[in-house]
């Protein structure tokens, strides 16, 4: 596959609310005068591992392997806590991460004096500089960032690194209550397109790197983590060029994967025959790989069990990805899906209208042809190894994931690869079909932020509220971007504000 080529993607300037977004940065508490991210960004950068993963260093020059960055103590001490590594050979351990821009900071913020800073293991900094005694071994961010600081600060600025906080009502419900349906809709979907245009930027950052179909990959399994094992999936997908040469089925692709990632049981379950004769079959296949991979394995403690949905475990995720590799065609059945209509001939039709001969549903139903397996021997039986086989198979992905893939990876994918192509800019048809495709996906499963947003700034409970994925996009688009950055009382907040102008100069 030919190294992509990438051209910077203008934003667009009618977005009012791109504008509004640009108006309302605080770029001084994000970047110093001296050219030098600020902390909070050194944080953020760290959380979304916004980094060259494969090129961290110690400063005594051992590799870094980062599993998981750690949880974001919000109750002092440490920045991350529980943070999965490897330095170099040494087994993985698990231990908390600080960040400071200098080395100094360790001495002079007292943390070598502090009880809570026992468990640091990882000492992150933006300049180099050798470990200090007495002090955690230092990692340095500088050369090894995925993107120019600019463009990160900007990516980053509103990452909140906090829970979004249990609040009643925000002083923009009173605003956003007065819009019609249509004005609401407008303004969501103003927001949903800034959300979709960060991603795109994150996969081309990712994709300089590494090339456009690992980007996807990287993404799927990411996406396939959900909330509770994104950063142990990503891990897999980052070393999928060195493990899946070699394998010639779903099934030995699927041993691989679930002996990499440390989740075939030791023992037979003695209970399930079913459960029993695949998982020796699995063993038979791992046997034969374990040496050869064996610095690949993840530790089974940077998996998250604990409140998954049956259908959710990491197992029944990791079989469902092996079909998807298994089947040689697949990035072109999605290169396919996204170009077909343009291939057929018919004319494009403008970003945002529905098209009448292709309802939201059936254009679900078309992606989820792709990604959805038919059966699968054992999987579409079981939900894990220990599970009593199902009266009936079940699916090894639901509507919801399908979704979930769409607006977060696929669309976006698709338009940066074809934003990014020649000529400059790219096709303009293309381009034009994957926005109205985002914007007329059907609505997305609901959750807990989707559903406090709803009543703190729309001042209901109801689903109904939001017609489609894009717009459910648009909120946690407002959400990440004002509320994550006030309080109880929207002190500060600017939102409402500019949600009267826009409604009095509109009106």
Not at 27 to 48: K, T
Not at 142 to 153: F, G, I, R, Y
Not at 250 to 269: V, Y
Not at 489 to 502: E, H, N, S
């Amino acid at each position: 596959m030919p190294a992509p080529k990438f051209f910077r993607v203008k934003p667009s300037a009618e977005n009012f609310y791109a504008r509004w977004r640009e108006r309302s940065r605080n770029v001084s508490a994000l970047r110093e005068d001296n050219g030098w991210p600020s902390e909070r960004l050194l944080q953020a950068i760290w959380q979304h591992q916004r980094l060259r993963r494969d090129q961290l260093k110690t400063s005594d020059g051992r590799s870094v392997r980062v599993f998981h960055p750690g949880f974001v103590s919000v109750e002092g001490g440490p920045d991350f806590r529980g943070a999965v590594l490897q330095l170099g050979d040494e087994p993985a351990f698990v231990g908390d991460v600080e960040i400071d821009l200098r080395a100094a900071g360790w001495h002079v913020h007292g943390h070598d004096k502090n009880p809570a800073f026992k468990n640091v293991q990882l000492h992150v900094v933006w300049d180099e500089t050798k470990s200090n005694v007495n002090a955690p071994v230092i990692l340095s961010l500088k050369n090894v960032m995925d993107a120019p600081l600019a463009e990160l600060s900007l990516s980053l600025e509103n990452e909140s690194l906090r829970v979004l906080p249990e609040n009643l009502r925000g002083k923009c419900c009173a605003p956003l209550r007065e819009l019609d349906e249509v004005r609401l809709e407008e303004l969501l979907h103003a927001a949903a397109r800034v959300r979709f245009e960060s991603k795109a930027a994150q996969f081309r950052a990712r994709a300089r790197h590494v090339g456009w179909e690992q980007t996807l990959w990287e993404n799927l399994f990411r996406a396939l983590g959900y909330k509770h094992n994104v950063w142990p999936l990503q891990n897999l997908a980052e070393m999928k060029p060195r493990w899946l040469p070699g394998t010639n089925s779903a099934f030995e692709i699927q041993a691989r994967l679930l002996g990499i990632g440390g989740l075939l049981p030791d023992e037979l379950t003695r209970a399930q025959k079913g459960s029993d004769n695949y998982l020796r079959r699995a063993w038979d296949c791992w046997w034969r790989d374990r040496d050869e991979f064996e610095t690949c394995i993840l530790p089974r403690e940077i998996w998250r069990f604990h409140g998954l949905r049956p259908a959710n475990h990491p197992q029944r995720r990791l079989a469902l990805a092996a079909h998807w590799l298994a089947d040689e065609k697949f990035i072109s059945k999605i290169e396919n899906w996204g170009e077909s209509e343009i291939l057929n001939g018919r004319a494009a039709l403008p970003c945002r209208q529905a098209d009448p001969q292709v309802s939201p549903t059936k254009l679900l139903d078309s992606l989820r042809a792709i990604f959805q397996v038919q059966q699968d021997d054992f999987w579409s039986w079981h939900w894990t190894f220990k599970s009593a086989r199902l009266a009936k198979p079940q699916l090894l992905l639901g509507e919801a994931r399908v979704t979930d893939l769409a607006v977060n990876v696929v669309l976006p994918w698709l338009w940066v690869r074809g934003a990014s192509a020649q000529p400059p800019g790219g096709n303009e048809k293309f381009l034009c079909e994957v926005e109205r495709r985002f914007f007329a996906w059907p609505v997305a499963e609901d959750n807990s932020i989707l559903k406090l947003a709803r009543q703190r700034l729309l001042g209901s409970s109801s689903p109904r509220l939001l017609k489609g994925a894009a717009a459910q996009q648009g909120l946690l688009q407002i959400v990440r971007d004002y509320c994550e950055h006030s309080n109880a009382i929207c002190g500060d907040c600017q939102f409402p504000k500019l949600v009267r102008a826009w409604c009095k100069s509109n009106g």
